[in-house]
T-cell receptor, first 110, second 112 residues
Framework: DQQVKQNSPSLSVQEGRISILNCDYTNSMFDYFLWYKKYPAEGPTFLISISSIKDKNEDGRFTVFLNKSAKHLSLHIVPSQPGDSAVYFCAASEDNDMRFGAGTRLTVKP | DGGITQSPKYLFRKEGQNVTLSCEQNLNHDAMYWYRQDPGQGLRLIYYSQIVNDFQKGDIAEGYSVSREKKESFPLTVTSAQKNPTAFYLC???????????FGSGTRLTVV
């Protein structure tokens, strides 16, 4: 039962362009959403989050959008940089239960 | 600096052996978690603990055991009953109730 889905296993963009990573969820009780970034052989690091009472949260080059009616979450990175190349996990939380998507591998080409 | 320390970084186990993965945090976080990551899959929850001396099974607890005798420590034992233990294991902690997770650097376990 995959409650959080990232349907694109990989994404490749040119440096300077926008990267858009998508995430869908099925549980309407999720009230907090997060994006994590992960490099190989390391633990994920927190990137940005959004509460269900908001529809947008911005932090520098990173913006997370939440569409509750569509149960859809997206992460925008602009401008993309080669150092952004990593696996990005979407996560959704309800109380003490956090579910992760399978991840999207982002490659930013110079 | 506060953080989570997982050790060892790489671990090899013979079939039929139990192994214990260490996780220590000095963040004073109440809750601690163990996740497993396999290629092409998200992080799957093995066990979690919200307070000392208490823990609950996650989605894939079979073949694993944990203890939480101290707030700072949450070791995970991979038993011989775990049929496919080769994976990357991540420990995490967070402050209740809505704090973000802090992850350790992971332990890669390989069964040889």
């Amino acid at each position: 039962d995959q409650q959080v889905k990232q349907n694109s296993p990989s994404l490749s963009v040119q440096e300077g362009r926008i990267s858009i990573l998508n995430c869908d969820y099925t549980n309407s009780m999720f009230d907090y959403f997060l994006w994590y970034k992960k490099y190989p052989a390391e633990g994920p690091t927190f990137l940005i989050s959004i509460s269900s009472i908001k529809d947008k949260n911005e932090d520098g080059r990173f913006t997370v959008f939440l569409n509750k009616s569509a149960k859809h979450l997206s992460l925008h990175i602009v401008p993309s940089q080669p150092g952004d190349s990593a696996v990005y996990f979407c996560a959704a939380s309800e109380d003490n239960d956090m579910r992760f998507g399978a991840g999207t591998r982002l490659t930013v080409k110079p | 600096d506060g953080g989570i320390t997982q050790s060892p970084k790489y671990l090899f186990r013979k079939e039929g052996q139990n192994v214990t993965l260490s996780c220590e945090q000095n963040l004073n976080h109440d809750a601690m978690y163990w996740y497993r990551q396999d290629p092409g899959q998200g992080l799957r929850l093995i066990y979690y603990s919200q307070i000392v001396n208490d823990f609950q099974k996650g989605d894939i607890a079979e073949g694993y055991s944990v203890s939480r005798e101290k707030k700072e420590s949450f070791p995970l034992t991979v038993t011989s009953a775990q049929k496919n233990p080769t994976a990357f294991y991540l420990c995490a902690s967070r402050n209740q109730p809505l704090g973000g997770y802090t992850f350790g650097s992971g332990t890669r376990l390989t069964v040889v």
